[in-house]
């Protein structure tokens, strides 16, 4: 058997175990905490730190609070604001990149040159000064970190648009006089939903990394709250003494980085092999 069909195999089999890891992790951070007999929040002073035991599976942190549960809830908040904050730079993204790509000349040139100005830009800076501004809470969290993912996209997006305005398709509907947006809505955005799906499984773990950045500097997810990157920088403290308190939501942050970017890898091959 040739190498090729190997290849093609092992990629196809990558891409639907990243899916169903991810589907599963989704699942049990989602549902599995409504029939814990803890709460995320729920202290016990006077138990403390124990190591994970069958009464605490995953151990409890300094505040006796249940480490399973606040992994699970972590889960929750971290795949959240990846999910949401990418979905947002998306939007954005799409639609400055959609605007210029389409209408070219001086308009495209004004609009690139904002996101050349904008992208050396430190921003992570950006993100900490923007949630100072509008306060520390999840929301502000999401919308910070979408705001400032949407430049890339808005470059792959106006390149990919001003490829398709001249195809022979645009140009036939022009010429039969339908609107730009409805051209772009049934023409155009059809045509860009793989090169964003990719985009958007290769970016949600970026955002993720960022959000425990965030997180581990205090300027994430407050307290009783958690997230992957709070409990992360919980567990630093302590780890010569509570390693669980570190290792175990450290495995859940890696392996689902890992399964995103399989997922993402993946569905760029597939894409590749579509079009070649």
């Known amino acids: 058997m040739g190498a090729a069909p190997i290849l ?7 891409l639907w175990l990243s899916a169903g890891f991810l589907a599963l992790l989704s699942l049990i951070c989602f549902v599995l905490p409504l029939f814990l007999p803890y709460r995320y929040d729920e202290q016990n002073i006077a138990l403390g730190a124990v190591a994970p035991s069958w009464t605490h599976f995953f151990g409890t942190d300094l505040l006796g609070r249940d480490l399973c549960a606040r992994v699970l809830y972590g889960g929750r908040i971290s795949l959240s604001v990846g999910a949401v904050a990418t979905l947002t730079a998306l939007l954005i993204g799409t639609l400055y990149g959609s605007v210029s790509g389409y ?3 001086n308009v495209d040139t004004l609009m690139m040159r904002l996101v050349d100005i904008l992208y050396p830009l430190p921003l992570t800076l950006f993100v900490i000064l923007l949630m100072m501004i509008v306060g520390r809470n999840i929301m502000a969290l999401f919308l910070a970190i979408g705001a400032i993912e949407w430049l890339t996209p808005a470059r792959i997006v106006r390149a990919e648009v001003s490829l398709l305005r001249d195809q022979g ?9 339908q609107r730009s947006w409805k051209i772009l ?3 155009i955005y059809p045509n860009l939903l793989d090169t964003l799906l ?3 499984t290769l970016t949600l773990p970026n955002i993720m990394i960022l959000e425990s950045f965030l997180s581990f500097l205090g300027l ?7 997230s992957w990157g709070v409990l992360i920088s919980d567990g630093v403290q302590f780890i010569g003494i509570y390693p669980w308190m570190l290792l175990i939501p450290s495995l859940f942050f890696v392996t689902t980085l890992i399964a995103l970017n399989f997922l993402g890898d993946g569905l760029r091959d597939y894409y590749m092999r579509q079009r070649s």
């Open 8 to 14: 093609k195999r092992f990629c196809h089999k990558r």
């Open 103 to 105: 209408i070219g000349g």
């Open 169 to 177: 398709f645009v140009q036939s509907s022009r010429l039969l006089g």
């Open 185 to 187: 809505r049934l023409h």
């Open 198 to 200: 990719v985009y958007g």
């Open 220 to 226: 994430g997810v407050q307290a009783p709250q958690s």
